[in-house]
């Protein structure tokens, strides 16, 4: 099952051209959203960035509102990019966001000129640098215009606080509607972060990916382990520390009898394919060439090491696609 793939570094990183842009990404990317705010060792923290840096993934993707407490990731972050990553700032493209709800009042939620603008100074003193390489509007907000939302990302570009501007958890129609009015501006649009995996196709029925790959934008792909649901974590018990054992984006409810069912399908045609469950998920969503990277969290380095073993095998045949397709679509 292990494909030769060109553009594989000695890491076994993959690199893969970002829509029409000048900009490769990672195959692989890590998203900090949970275990780097301050519940968690910033020894642990860093030994993950470390690694994965080690290991060819040179996204690194924060918002304005990881932690917990919100900001905690970027500063986390920032510290790290001082410290071991100091000197190293033009081999790593950073990313930040804002969009959603981050301080009190009417101005530091939603998609205004105000917010966004002043979200992104923030971020650039919690990360400790002069500029990120992406600023997403993280959301679309139907109560602000899209030409000023898409307006403050330009302006963004145009001041040197971000190099490329990005969205996140848009329709395809409205991403249509973005590209329009970014181009008219002449700040293309580079890239789309939705949520895609086994288990969450929207972007498929929604066409997004077409329109993406229409429009030459890029496509970095959030989840795709559907929160740590898509692998062997749960098969036995709820581990203490994991994510589904909190109360915040994955409940224990949810590790019922029929998802453990779904499970051990999964990891039965994992192993025939030489691959745990994570990485079978994983490569499921970088089988598809508009897919530029997937963004990966993780709570250890064996799981990042892991995750990277994927892009051994990120091709399927038919009868393995019907087979999923069957264990993770309802009729
Ligand atoms: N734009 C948006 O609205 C949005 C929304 C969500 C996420 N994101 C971005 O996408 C990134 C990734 O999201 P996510 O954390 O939900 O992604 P994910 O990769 O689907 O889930 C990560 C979790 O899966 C578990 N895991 C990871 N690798 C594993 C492995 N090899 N074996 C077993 N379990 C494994 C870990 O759970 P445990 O912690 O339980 O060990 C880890 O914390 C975020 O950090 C953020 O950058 C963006």
């Not at 790593?92 to 009190?104: E, F, H, I, N, R």
């Not at 745990?276 to 709570?299: C, I, Y």
Request: glycine share 10%; with cysteine; net charge negative.
């Amino acid at each position: 099952m292990t494909d030769e793939q060109p553009g594989v570094n000695p890491s076994g990183m993959q690199y893969r051209r970002c829509g029409r842009s000048g900009l490769q990404l990672p195959a692989i990317s890590l998203g900090l959203w949970q275990n780097f705010g301050e519940g968690r060792q910033f020894d642990d923290q860093r030994l993950i960035i470390q690694r994965a840096v080690d290991l060819g993934i040179t996204h690194l993707d924060v918002a304005n509102n990881y932690g917990p407490p919100p900001g905690a990731a970027e500063r986390t972050l920032g510290r790290i990019l001082a410290t071991d990553l100091g000197g190293h700032r033009d081999e790593l493209v950073v990313s930040t966001k804002a969009g959603y709800d981050m301080w009190p009042g009417p101005y530091g939620d939603g998609g205004s000129r105000k917010y966004l603008l002043a979200s992104l100074d923030q971020s650039l003193t919690r990360l400790g640098i002069d500029y990120v390489d992406i600023f997403y509007s993280h959301r679309f907000d139907d109560t602000t215009p899209l030409e000023e939302t898409m307006g403050a990302l330009d302006t963004a570009v145009r001041r040197g606080k971000a190099l490329y501007a990005g969205v996140s958890n848009y329709s395809a129609s409205q991403t249509a509607e973005a590209v329009r009015i970014l181009g008219d501006l002449g700040t293309p649009l580079l890239i789309h972060q939705p949520s895609y995996s086994l288990v969450d196709r929207w972007i498929e029925t929604d066409h997004l990916l077409d329109t993406l790959s229409g429009e030459g934008v890029g496509c970095i792909v959030y989840s795709p382990l559907s929160q740590g649901l898509l692998s062997d974590r749960y098969l036995e018990t709820v581990p203490e520390d994991s994510r589904a054992s909190g109360r915040d984006t994955l409940f224990p409810e949810m590790i019922s009898p029929g998802y453990r069912a779904m499970v051990q399908a999964l990891q039965a045609i994992a192993e025939r394919r030489g691959q745990t469950t994570a990485q079978m998920a994983l490569a499921w969503t970088l089988r598809d060439p508009r897919v530029t990277s997937a963004l990966v969290g993780v709570s250890s380095v064996a799981q990042l090491e892991n995750n990277v073993g994927s892009l051994r095998a990120t091709s399927f045949d038919d009868d393995e696609l019907a087979e999923l397709d069957r264990y993770t679509t309802r009729a």
